[in-house]
């Protein structure tokens, strides 16, 4: 199985700062898609945002960036501005042509937003 | 927009019953997928199926059995439930097409007493 780790198993950030959340991958495929994922608390899991492995150009989606590292397999998830609602649990997934459908999940990173 | 129904957000149960949880999807998804959520460990993928009467085991199927009947619908049996068991079940699905987005479910907290 593919091995996606979150080292930060809670964080937290106070209201309108900037957070940032860290995935590392192992894999030794050369295209491969890599996701955000967000939990908020007793609701429904949502994606936040996606990136393509043979793309360089960075993802983005309003707030939400991400800065992908390619060559030190590194996928961490910026967070500006940050809202009370952003409060959650934040899931990194893995997935590629040859996991089949599967994806690959972290172990998540709790974050606080405090007003 | 995407609608993944899981028939229960709560379930209590005792040891030994057989427990069904289902889950339909609105979108025409061809990847229909069950997982288990623990603290601290994350999701962990029990079944998925990529076809109607389609199944693949994932990493913890032991204990757990599937049925898809038709495409809409997935659901997760457990033959024999056990207090190990006791957990967080999100189901999700996906268009088949690789680097497509999965869309999931509210989630099912099943306890086993």
């Known amino acids: 199985a593919q091995t996606v780790t979150q080292s930060q198993p809670e964080m937290s950030v106070q209201e309108a700062e900037t957070v940032t959340l860290s995935c590392t991958y192992d894999t030794s495929e050369s295209n491969y898609y890599l996701f955000w994922y967000k939990q908020p608390p007793s609701r429904q899991m949502i994606l936040v945002i996606r990136q393509e492995a043979y793309k360089q150009q960075n993802a983005t989606e309003n707030r939400f960036s991400v800065n992908f590292q390619k060559a030190a397999k590194s996928f961490s998830l910026k967070i500006s501005d940050s809202q009370l609602g952003d409060t959650a649990m934040y899931f990194c997934?893995?997935?590629?042509?040859?996991?089949?459908?599967?994806?690959?999940f972290g172990t998540g990173t709790s974050l606080t937003v405090i007003p | 927009d995407v609608k993944v129904t899981q028939s229960s957000r709560y379930l209590v149960k005792r040891t030994g019953e057989k427990v069904f949880l289902e889950c339909v999807q609105d979108?025409?998804?061809?990847?229909m997928f069950w997982y288990r959520q623990d603290p601290g460990l994350g999701l962990r993928l029990i079944y998925f199926?990529?076809?109607?009467?389609?199944?693949e085991k994932g990493d913890i199927p032991e204990g757990y059995s599937v049925s898809r009947e038709k495409k809409e619908r997935f659901s997760l049996i457990l033959e024999s439930a056990s207090t190990n068991q006791t957990s967080m079940y999100l189901c999700?699905?996906?268009?088949?097409?690789?680097?497509?987005?999965?869309?999931f479910g509210d989630g099912t907290r099943l306890s086993i007493l």
């Open positions: 997934a893995y997935h590629t042509t040859n996991t089949g459908n599967q994806f690959y």
């Open positions: 979108m025409d998804h061809e990847n």
């Open positions: 999700a699905s996906s268009f088949l097409e690789v680097g497509q987005p999965q869309h």
């Open positions: 199926s990529y076809d109607v009467k389609m199944k």
